[in-house]
């Protein structure tokens, strides 16, 4: 296990003082490699990451109570461009990029804060990383499919040359073939660039196949953790999250909600 570059410590989130989205819930990511978060909708995995980068309020949410240290730094009272500037990139759900800009004039608003020739190596990165958006530089991303999109998110993301790089559902909505380039280029991105990854996705199968270890995650508190490989053996998850019965025998949708009714952590 590596150095814990992110801790959160019993946080609790409200929306407008009155709804609980997250409630004592802990985890750490390790400096290196990739970390899931699984969960079903509702659970509080996107407020999770919106009170790590600093960006509840524009829905009037806001940590009640807890803490979330990135690199011993208390993050729970910064704005977010100094998060941004500590070294954490959030690629939100939906990628909300500005669509009547070219691809490489988003590219170029998550560089902000670099200098020219900064601007332009990391803009040579995120072709090589990503060739087809090279194609396309001049393309309005409105324009772009799904797949594309998400990857001028990322690569947006990636212009602030972050170290913790926060990705909110990348398959969401995108094609099968799209969704497997994408994860190959956040593995490349993990593994030869050392980026420290959390990845946020309902698609459990394909979240625990990239990462190294896995946190879950229920009516906003953490219900389980452990490395990937563990909790694609653990039964809970295998029954709910992947829809696999004994002997990995799939299940139905039927079985999988009445499995899911039954479950005393989720109560």
Same mark, same amino acid.
């Given at each position: 296990?590596?150095? *814990?570059? !992110?801790?959160?410590e ?5 929306? @407008?003082n009155a ?6 819930a802990?985890?750490s ?5 990739i ?5 079903? @909708?509702?659970?509080?995995?996107t407020t ?8 509840l ?14 690199e011993g730094?208390?993050?729970t009272t910064? %704005?977010?461009?100094?998060i941004?500037? =500590?070294?954490i990139? +959030? ?9 009547e ?6 590219? &170029?608003?998550g560089? +902000?804060?670099?200098?020219?020739a900064d601007i %332009? ?8 990383l990503f060739?087809?958006?090279?194609d396309?530089?001049a ?5 772009l499919?799904?797949?594309?999109q *998400?990857?001028?998110?990322?690569g947006?993301a990636?212009m602030?040359?972050?170290? =913790? ?8 909505? &995108?094609a099968? !073939?799209?969704?497997e380039? &994408?994860?190959a ?5 993990s593994?030869e660039g050392?980026l420290?990854?959390?990845?946020v996705e309902q698609n459990? #199968?394909l979240? =625990?196949d990239a #990462?190294? @270890? %896995?946190f879950?995650?229920e @009516? ?12 694609k053996?653990n039964?809970?998850v295998c ?7 004994a002997k990995?025998v ?7 909600? +009445? ?7 989720? #109560?």
């Amino acid at each position: 296990m590596g150095k *814990q570059m !992110l801790e959160v410590e019993n946080l609790q989130v409200v929306y @407008n003082n009155a709804i609980e989205a997250v409630r004592n819930a802990s985890l750490s990511v390790s400096a290196g490699g990739i970390t899931a978060l699984l969960g079903a @909708n509702g659970a509080g995995k996107t407020t999770l990451l919106k009170a790590i980068s600093g960006v509840l309020y524009p829905e009037d949410g806001k940590i009640r109570d807890g803490v979330i240290r990135f690199e011993g730094c208390d993050l729970t009272t910064l %704005a977010p461009d100094d998060i941004v500037r =500590l070294g954490i990139a +959030h690629v939100p759900e939906g990628r909300k990029l500005f669509i009547e800009l070219t691809v490489e004039e988003n590219l &170029i608003v998550g560089g +902000h804060t670099a200098n020219r020739a900064d601007i %332009a190596r990391r803009l040579e990165e995120i072709y090589d990383l990503f060739p087809q958006l090279k194609d396309r530089r001049a393309v309005l991303s409105g324009y772009l499919s799904g797949g594309e999109q *998400q990857m001028v998110a990322i690569g947006r993301a990636l212009m602030a040359n972050p170290r =913790l790089l926060m990705l909110d559902e990348p398959s969401l909505g &995108i094609a099968p !073939l799209m969704a497997e380039t &994408i994860y190959a280029a956040v593995a490349r991105l993990s593994g030869e660039g050392g980026l420290t990854v959390l990845l946020v996705e309902q698609n459990a #199968s394909l979240a =625990l196949d990239a #990462s190294r @270890n %896995a946190f879950v995650l229920e @009516n906003g508190r953490v219900v389980l953790d452990g490395t990937s490989d563990e909790l694609k053996r653990n039964e809970d998850v295998c029954e709910f999250y992947l829809g696999l019965g004994a002997k990995g025998v799939r299940r139905s949708m039927r079985d999988v909600k +009445h499995y899911k009714r039954r479950k005393r952590w989720l #109560s």
